[in-house]
Each structure stands twice: as structure tokens, then as C-alpha cells.
């Protein structure tokens, strides 16, 4: 599985953004999909995730109420639309796919990362 992001950009406090995740391979749709972000200087950050199977997502304190995960698998992609950005939400963001049946904020359990895209929100 191969999982290219994009959509990330600079952006002024209080905007929004779309970041998508495309993936390739057949078994994709089976496979739980996070998202995680890594600022400069500080360890990388779970912020959310969706299952394969049922659509259950499950987001980090700091971005609930203001990111939605979502997918479609028939495009074999996964989105995550940020409303109400703050400067602190600046980071390389990551989305990563887990082979396991469950859902997790763990990122040693993801199997495949993709590149990264960069977010930039200005004060």
C-alpha cells in the first residue's frame, strides 16, 4: 500500500483546509486510516483515525469538534477536513494505515506511511 497526501498549504487563523490521503492497493478499504502531525522540535501527534470496516472515528482532544475524518472507498481515499485552524495546528501532517482490526492513536501500529504535507497557519 502506497498512500500519497495532499491538500496542505498556508492558511490564516480561523480558515479551513481538506487534507486527502490516496492510496493504492485492493485491500485498502480494510485497513483503519489515521492521521498524524508532527510540529518542529516536538514528537509526532495523534489526531485522528477511522476503521476500515464500520467508518468509527475517534479524534484527539485537541481537534475534536473542529477535524472531521471521513473516506471513500470506492476512491480509495481519506480525508480530513480542518475547520477553525490556530497557529498551534502547524505541523507536517501524516496519514498512515493500519493492517490491524481495530482502531488505534498508536503510531508503531500503522504499517504504511505516506510523505507528509504541510500545514502553516498564521496568527
Same mark, same amino acid.
Given at each position: 500500500?502506497?498512500?500519497? !497526501?495532499?491538500?496542505?498549504?498556508? #492558511?490564516?487563523? +480561523?480558515? /479551513?483546509?481538506?487534507?486527502?490521503? %490516496?492510496? &493504492? ?17 516536538? !514528537?509526532?501527534?495523534?489526531?485522528? #483515525?477511522?476503521? +476500515?470496516? /464500520?467508518?468509527?472515528?475517534?479524534? %484527539?482532544? &485537541? ?61
Amino acid at each position: 500500500v502506497q498512500l500519497v !497526501e495532499s491538500g496542505g498549504g498556508l #492558511v490564516q487563523a +480561523g480558515d /479551513s483546509l481538506r487534507l486527502s490521503c %490516496a492510496a &493504492s492497493g485492493r485491500t485498502f478499504s480494510s485497513y483503519s486510516v489515521g492521521w498524524f502531525r508532527q510540529a518542529p522540535g516536538k !514528537e509526532r501527534e495523534f489526531i485522528a #483515525v477511522i476503521s +476500515g470496516s /464500520s467508518g468509527s472515528s475517534y479524534y %484527539a482532544d &485537541s481537534v475534536k469538534g473542529r477535524f472531521t475524518i471521513s473516506r471513500d472507498n470506492a476512491k480509495n481515499t481519506v480525508y480530513l477536513q480542518m475547520n477553525s485552524l490556530k497557529p498551534e495546528d502547524t505541523a507536517v501532517y501524516y496519514c498512515a494505515a493500519s493492517r490491524r482490526g481495530y482502531i488505534s492513536r498508536r503510531y508503531t501500529e500503522y504499517d504504511y506511511w505516506g510523505q507528509g504535507t504541510k500545514v502553516t497557519v498564521s496568527s
